[in-house]
């Protein structure tokens, strides 16, 4: 299994930011994903799943509004829109695999599998 993120880099107090996941050694189609971020000395945090048709989403209460999660199964890829961005979304953004087939990736404990990693910070 491979989980390879880009995407992040610095954006502005209300700026946009995209991230992308490419997934491979598995198949992604039938798999809930999500992505998770961590900051310096905080547990890591689910902020959006997706089911693995994409038909029903997740949000935290700290991003509901603002982020978007989206996948695309022809291109074993996944999305993170991110928007109107605050200095607390600083973090280091993960993509992650839920560990069953067709599990829905609303909850933290279904997942199983991280990428590395790109970092997000929001500051002017």
């Known amino acids: 299994v491979q989980l390879v993120e880009s995407g992040g880099g610095l954006a502005q107090p209300g700026g946009s930011l995209r991230l992308s996941c490419a997934a491979s050694?598995?198949?992604?189609?039938?798999?809930?994903m999500g992505w998770f971020r961590q900051a310096p000395g905080k547990e890591r945090e689910l902020v959006a799943g997706?089911?693995?048709?994409?038909?029903?989403?997740f949000y935290s209460d700290s991003v509901k509004g603002r982020f978007t999660i989206s996948r695309d199964n022809a291109k074993n890829t996944l999305y993170l829109q991110m928007n109107s961005l605050k200095p607390e979304d600083t973090a280091l953004y993960h993509c992650?695999?839920?560990?069953?087939?067709?599990?829905?990736?609303?909850?933290?404990?279904?997942?199983?599998?991280w990428g590395q990693g790109t970092q997000v910070t929001v500051s002017s």
């Open positions: 997706i089911t693995w048709s994409g038909g029903n989403t």
């Open positions: 050694g598995f198949g992604f189609s039938g798999y809930g």
């Open positions: 992650s695999k839920t560990a069953a087939f067709f599990s829905s990736g609303f909850k933290a404990y279904e997942y199983d599998t």
